[in-house]
């Protein structure tokens, strides 16, 4: 892929910007490792080898019976009597953290939440469930919730402030006001009301947020049509006869994006800290999932144990403050009056 | 007392939208809000 010289311009304003540029790598990096948390914390060794028959319980079920036991559901590998008859005949290879984010210590030595320790590294939350596991799973799904709902209202919000700029007139009239209604209704209100009619899991969720998150951009792409539909690229590619659907996503979009792109990681960081906040209020995510939020909720409602509070804040400054350099760098990058 | 604050919210957001569409012809006065339906 060849860049032209703007591209290459900007792109070494990104990297001349270190900051910005190792944040990217940075959270990149953490992204990538919580993409793979299935290996880095969970109840099931990745690998067993049993009789000298291999088995990867991280990505098959293998059955009690297979090592000697009665049940023919799934075996616990935390349970003594599975793991005794493995390692007297075999050997198990562990992930780093033998805890998935919804595996209870049953074999605590004291009361939850219990703190920081060899086993759990940074302590056990309300229920006994280990908390390092829960903030690599909740990082992940904070993460990638915020990537989907960051996409879904760019292209929503691109649409509709790119119709409402070329248009105007009437179609920009009518949009500008269903946005001033629609931006005015209560958002949390709503979801209060929503989250007792259904049960929202992560699907729900993301689409009722998105009901309420594409108007942001909205704005921002309609000034940038209202100024370039007058340009006279645009009149010379009208003269000769092109459509407004290319006018509009073939020559106005590409300028208008800039605007756009500039943008995205403080909307990732809006959406982020908005899945956060329901959670922590209790209308986020299902009881039971991983979430940052609901254990900063968890952190306030046990301030005796304070590692609840402060690890769940920790990861959600790291990630925020990853995400707003690597913003800073991408705005810095497509300003163009830095060379 | 929640209702009164979000009536003064949108208020305010109507407001600002109103005098940030004005403040775009100041910036460039090339835009305007004209209908190219035709175009």
């Known amino acids: ?339 | 007392m929640v209702f009164g604050t979000l009536y003064i919210f949108t208020l305010m957001g109507l407001v600002l939208k109103l005098i940030s569409d004005i403040t775009y012809v100041l910036v460039d006065p090339r835009i305007d809000f004209e209908s190219r339906e035709g175009a």
């Not at chain 1, 291999?54 to 990505?59: G, I, N, S």
């Not at chain 1, 645009?234 to 006869?241: E, F, I, Q, S, T």
């Not at chain 1, 792109?261 to 909307?267: A, D, E, K, V």
Request: net charge neutral; aromatic share 12%.
């Open chain 1, 1 to 339: 892929m060849t860049l032209t010289p703007i591209q290459q311009r900007r792109l070494r304003n990104f990297r001349n910007n270190r900051r910005g540029f190792w944040s990217l790598w940075v959270f990149l990096a953490l992204f990538g490792l919580s993409l793979c948390a299935e290996l880095i914390a969970n109840d099931k060794p990745l690998v067993v080898s049993y009789q000298d028959e291999l088995y990867f319980p991280v990505v098959e079920k293998v059955s009690e019976e297979t090592f000697g036991g009665f049940l023919p559901t799934e075996a616990d590998y935390r349970d003594s009597f599975v793991s005794d008859a493995i390692e007297a005949d075999g050997w198990m290879i562990w992930p780093p953290i033998r805890f998935s984010y919804n595996t209870t210590n049953y074999d605590l030595d004291v009361p939850s939440p219990a703190p920081p320790s060899a086993v759990n590294w940074i302590g056990t939350d309300d229920q006994g469930r280990d908390v390092a596991a829960r903030v690599i799973y909740g990082f992940r799904i904070s993460v990638l919730f915020g990537l989907i709902l960051t996409i879904l209202s760019c292209i929503v919000g691109v649409v509709v402030g790119a119709i409402q700029g070329f248009y105007g007139g009437k179609v920009d009239l009518i949009g500008q006001r269903f946005i001033e209604i629609w931006s005015g209704l209560p958002v949390l209100f709503l979801l209060i009301i929503l989250s007792s009619i259904v049960q929202p899991n992560f699907w729900w969720l993301l689409g009722i947020m998105l009901l309420f998150s594409w108007m942001g951009l909205v704005d921002v792409v309609r000034a940038e049509f209202l100024r370039a539909r007058n340009f006279e690229y645009v009149k010379a590619a009208r003269a000769l006869g092109l459509g407004n659907r290319k006018i509009m996503f073939r020559h106005i979009l590409p300028n208008a994006m800039v605007a756009t792109l500039t943008f995205l990681p403080f909307i990732l960081t809006g959406a982020i800290t908005g899945l956060t906040s329901l959670d922590f209020l209790g209308f986020g995510l299902p009881s039971g999932s991983p979430s940052l939020g609901e254990l900063i909720a968890q952190g306030k409602a046990n301030l005796h144990a304070p590692w609840l509070g402060i690890s769940a804040f920790v990861s959600l400054s790291i990630m925020l403050t990853l995400l707003v350099f690597v913003g800073e760098a991408v705005r810095d990058a497509f300003d163009p009056r830095k060379n």
